[in-house]
């Protein structure tokens, strides 16, 4: 024997077009009502489509309501409704200049730096100890490892030297 047609009445109307509204899926609201979804969409179709926009348009009157009104609440919600409704939005301003304010110098050329001999020898001492000996040179041969391929003014290899080292470097 067949099942009876679903026959809606107002109180089914009212409860799928809220649920709708919350965003409740068809399938969830169909299991609510005691029928299957293609019934659902067959007669509610009206409740189903606007149930979304009829419950937006109550948190709207509410928010409304209290953005007119007086208070720390009424502030908040009237920033939330001109951030959502009148497209405002928060902006920051970041400005960037150079050094005592004055624009920021365009750089149009570009410069070889020299390394210092405090620089290099720091460098030596950071690389491993196996490494130490082998310095690419600036022709891009490699020494031996028991050649240093750096050395200062008073003919000492830079990784002997001991302090400060004044002098410049010499292949």
Not at 18 to 33: H, S
Not at 57 to 73: P, Q, S, Y
Not at 131 to 153: A, L, V
Not at 154 to 170: D, F, H, M, V
């Amino acid at each position: 024997m067949a099942r009876p047609s679903h026959q809606p009445d107002d109180f089914h109307r009212r409860q799928v077009e809220a649920l709708a509204g919350y965003g409740v899926p068809e399938a969830d609201i169909a299991g609510m009502v005691g029928v299957d979804a293609k019934t659902l969409r067959k007669h509610y179709k009206h409740e189903l489509a606007f149930g979304d926009t009829k419950a937006n348009a109550k948190v709207a009157e509410n928010l409304f309501r209290k953005a007119t009104g007086e208070g720390r609440e009424a502030v908040i919600a009237a920033i939330f409704w001109l951030k959502a409704r009148g497209r405002w939005k928060e902006t920051s301003v970041n400005e960037h200049s150079g050094l005592d304010g004055k624009p920021i110098e365009q750089v149009h050329e570009i410069r070889r730096i020299i390394l210092r001999f405090r620089i290099l020898q720091a460098w030596a001492r950071l690389l491993p100890a196996h490494r130490q000996r082998t310095i690419p040179s600036p022709s891009g041969t490699r020494t031996g490892p028991n050649e240093p391929r750096y050395r200062s003014s008073s003919g000492k290899p830079a990784t002997e030297l001991q302090g400060g080292g004044a002098g410049r470097l010499r292949a």
